[in-house]
């Protein structure tokens, strides 16, 4: 009998620990992130905001509030031709030589330590896993807890705190092992995913949909033109939001977009890169931890509808600690209890007119959101 819900985990993905701006960084992009941020680190160590207990903390309370009823699964690492069907043969050799140092990667701060590599592989690997449980029978449902985060990274580089994009990994591993024809994916981090649309941008077999705080904020993409290209026009499905957004634009987006788009589309699978990184806190958009819940809900809907259940979720951002713990803990109950009872949200209306617009313009250029 399948366990409701399983967690995919190992420690080693706590042996990235990418340097912040320590006195002893001393390469080109310290230098370069130093004069960008000033007097930021002028008189102190600049620690990087992707640090190991960002993950170690959530693990911790998963385990605490764990009835026994979580399926606790322990992944390898992703072997190299898993990761090249995602991305290219160049990257791969990038990361080779990346293994075992220690080093600032980009002025945005994209980072490696001595274990960073094989954190990332392994990373890769458990949103695999994650995919491979729900099809074997195992688990309804997977969340897989990973970092290094992947939705930044594109085919052929790093960026944003990212080395492999594990979503999109995991998604062509569903096509090439278990016979999955389409795949529909839901990313709901504040910043958009700009490595998953540029993956994917001209599959037709993939759908995109990501709602996310619009430009200038980081990486500043995922404008509402931005549809895809050829055979793939109108499967790439972005909802930039203004700041200050709250709960129920988020909700509008996913009733008036995302859920009449994956109804048309169909897939086999629904993955989520889930971001606990829009509350407050993070200073993009005003996110209540109780919306994720609302979320997992609408998502988990979807999958007993149109998939047979098949979903799979893998962590992406978030930097505040409380936040992230409150945050998985709502979607986690939904998953491991689905239909129970939704907390209530907050009634702020910004973003709703800009989800509206977003709408509008989405059914003129998507066939899958045509009357």
């Excluded at 389409?182 to 504040?190: E, F």
Aim: a negative charge; hydrophobic letters at 40%; glycine letters at 8%.
């Amino acid at each position: 009998m399948a366990a409701p819900l399983a967690v995919v985990y190992h420690d080693e993905m706590l042996e990235h620990q990418p340097p912040g701006l320590q006195p002893e960084m001393r390469d080109y992009h310290s230098r370069q992130l130093r004069a960008r941020l000033g007097e930021l680190v002028a008189s102190q160590i600049w620690l990087h905001p992707e640090r190991p207990e960002r993950l170690s903390s959530l693990v911790e309370h998963v385990h605490e509030i764990d009835d026994g009823s979580l399926l606790w699964l322990t992944p390898e690492r992703a072997d190299e031709t898993t990761v090249r069907r995602a991305h290219t043969g160049g990257h791969m050799q990038r990361l080779d030589k990346l293994r075992g140092r220690k080093r600032m990667l980009s002025i945005d701060s994209t980072a490696v330590s001595p274990g960073s590599v094989d954190a990332a592989f392994r990373a890769a690997g458990a949103v695999c896993t994650a995919v491979d449980a729900v099809f074997d029978g195992r688990a309804a449902t997977a969340f897989a807890l990973v970092r290094p985060p992947g939705h930044h990274a594109n085919a052929a580089h790093y960026q944003g705190f990212c080395l492999i994009n594990n979503v999109a990994v995991a998604a062509r591993h569903a096509m090439a092992v278990h016979g999955v024809e389409r795949v529909l994916i839901v990313d709901w981090d504040v910043h958009h995913g700009n490595g998953t649309a540029s993956i994917f941008e001209d599959d037709p077999d993939v759908l995109f949909f990501d709602v996310h705080r619009g430009a200038p904020c980081y990486p500043g993409s995922g404008a509402l033109e931005d549809v895809g290209r050829g055979r793939a026009r109108g499967t790439n499905l972005n909802v930039p939001l203004p700041a200050q957004t709250g709960d129920l634009a988020v909700l509008e987006a996913f009733d008036r977009i995302l859920i009449p788009a994956a109804r048309r589309f169909q897939p086999g699978l629904i993955l989520v890169s889930a971001g606990f990184d829009g509350t407050r806190e993070h200073l993009a958009c005003k996110f209540s931890t109780e919306l994720f819940a609302h979320l997992t809900d609408r998502v988990q809907r979807l999958a007993a509808e149109l998939c047979d259940g098949r979903l799979a979720m893998a962590l992406e951002g978030g930097y505040h600690l409380e936040p992230m713990r409150e945050g998985l803990a709502h979607g986690l109950r939904m998953l491991g209890n689905p239909g129970c009872e939704l907390p209530p949200l907050q009634r702020s209306r910004i973003g709703l007119p800009a989800v509206r617009e977003a709408a509008d313009a989405l059914a003129e250029r998507s066939p899958l959101l045509r009357d």
